[in-house]
């Protein structure tokens, strides 16, 4: 299964969501080809690096991608949009590509804290998604929403 994470910049909420599940898929033995990409190229902010560092996930390696730096870009199972201006601008994908949108908050300019929240609730959506899709179904954006955490405010 081939899956892609998209947000704007590719810069936080997605790298983090593709480190999750990357992590996931390893720890649950889903074979997965997992990558990230934005609308936008720019830069994979510290913050997301040093939070990840902290639950043991390297991103210090990633880079900022443009769907179109990626390799085979129009052959993905699944697309993931974790921010509504992905969403919103997300390319037109061949009818067998499953979409999915859970909207994080950006918690770029803010303290640790919110990045540590943000962070969490994303690694509660990518073990959801991750054990899903190993039982053999696709979950729904409600059911990921609530996995992590986001429809009830964050602590």
Known sequence: MRILVLCTHNSARSQMAEGWLRYWAERLSFPADIWSAGTEKTFVKTDAIRVMEEVGIDLSTHTSKTFNDLPDPWHF?????????????????????????VSFPDPS?????????????????????IRSLKQGHLPTETALAEA????RVLP
Request: glycine share 10%; hydrophobic share 40%.
């Open 77 to 101: 199972d699944l697309v993931l949009t974790v921010c509504d201006a992905a969403a919103e601008t997300c390319p037109a994908y061949p009818a067998k590509t499953h979409k999915l949108h």
């Open 109 to 129: 300019g803010k303290g640790l804290g919110e990045w540590r929240r943000v962070r969490d609730a994303l690694g509660r959506m990518a073990e959801h998604l």
């Open 148 to 151: 992590a955490g986001l429809n």
